[in-house]
């Protein structure tokens, strides 16, 4: 309900800003290793979850971006790709960190005993990653904003 009630009264910018927020947080709070930033971490789980979801759908069903006929063979599409990163991606992230491959790890002089720098250093490039997604909803209001100009030079 909660996030209903967002998507109903914030522009499309303000509730992919938001979402981008919470899931920054959240990343942030996984990257600790102490009990209080993990407990919100997963008390944000959810919420965060929910929200990206909902704002994916929103997007993707938004008439001025996408026909109605062609929505829901963009979303298929989507959710194929998904499926297959999010099937894919934790094994290979595995992969890669315990394989010394990721980020130079071998070159770097990790042995096995420096493990959690790798998982470290995985994080961090997936939270480096997660923190670029910001540019989207900047994007988006830039976008409102010419179309807002534009209404008001034509109106």
């Not at 929103?58 to 006929?69: A, V």
Request: aromatic content about 10%.
């Amino acid at each position: 309900m909660p996030v209903a009630s967002l998507l109903e009264r914030a522009g499309e910018a303000e509730y992919f800003g938001i979402a981008t927020l919470l899931a920054n947080t959240f990343s942030l709070c996984s990257l600790s290793s102490s009990r209080q930033p993990q407990l919100a971490a997963a008390l944000l789980f959810g919420p965060v979850r929910c929200l990206t979801w909902a704002c994916y759908f929103q997007f993707l069903s938004t008439e001025s971006r996408y026909p109605p006929g062609l929505s829901a063979r963009a979303m298929g599409y989507n959710n194929v790709v998904i499926a297959i990163v999010g099937a894919a991606g934790p094994y290979t992230l595995a992969y890669l960190v315990n394989e010394r491959a990721l980020l130079g790890g071998a070159s770097m002089g990790m042995g096995k005993g420096r493990g959690d720098s790798r998982y470290l250093q995985a994080k961090l490039f997936l939270q480096l990653c997660n923190t670029l997604i910001a540019i989207f909803p900047c994007l988006l209001w830039r976008e409102r904003r010419r179309k807002q100009a534009g209404a008001a030079h034509s109106g």
